[in-house]
């Protein structure tokens, strides 16, 4: 009765923390001359943090896909807008960006191109991130 203080309770999904068990690097891309004169790819990881994935049915974004290429997400990566902070801007992960899910160590895994990014919740606490899988890397999965 006495010194019984009423808390707001906070409507958020339970045991997030749980939630974000894959290990994720977040990169950035550059083109480098080959020795052959041909062009390749050079990634620079910016970031590693903890991330929820899920693998998306076809078809789900469509609605979309008239104004934007959303037609080939193929999962949703789920984000603490704090763990990515070090980012600058507002729409500090972009077209640009890379996904990189470790797999048994930080060379081998499963690469993804940022499509969008938006706020799932109006705290402005978890971000979904949509992405379209390009490879496997070091898995010995063609890529």
């Known amino acids: 009765m006495y010194?019984?203080?009423?808390?707001?309770?906070?409507?958020k999904p339970p045991f997030v923390a749980a939630q974000l068990n894959k290990r994720v690097q977040i990169r950035t891309s550059t083109q480098t001359e080959t020795d052959d004169g041909g062009l390749g790819q050079t990634f620079t990881?910016?970031?590693t943090t903890w991330m929820k994935v899920s693998p998306v049915r076809p078809g789900k974004y469509r609605r979309w896909s008239s104004t934007e290429a959303l037609d080939s997400v193929t999962h949703e990566f789920t984000a603490r807008r704090g763990s990515l902070d070090i980012l600058s801007g507002i729409n500090f992960i972009k077209h640009e960006h890379f996904l990189f899910m470790e797999k048994y160590s930080h060379i081998k895994g499963r690469l993804f191109r940022v499509q969008r990014m938006m706020d799932i919740d109006e705290e402005h606490e978890l971000i979904l991130i949509?992405?379209?899988?390009?490879?496997?890397?070091?898995?010995?999965?063609p890529g």
Do not use: A, D, S
């Open 130 to 141: 949509l992405v379209e899988e390009i490879e496997e890397r070091g898995t010995g999965m």
């Open 3 to 11: 010194g019984h203080r009423r808390t707001k309770r906070r409507n």
């Open 45 to 47: 990881t910016v970031r």
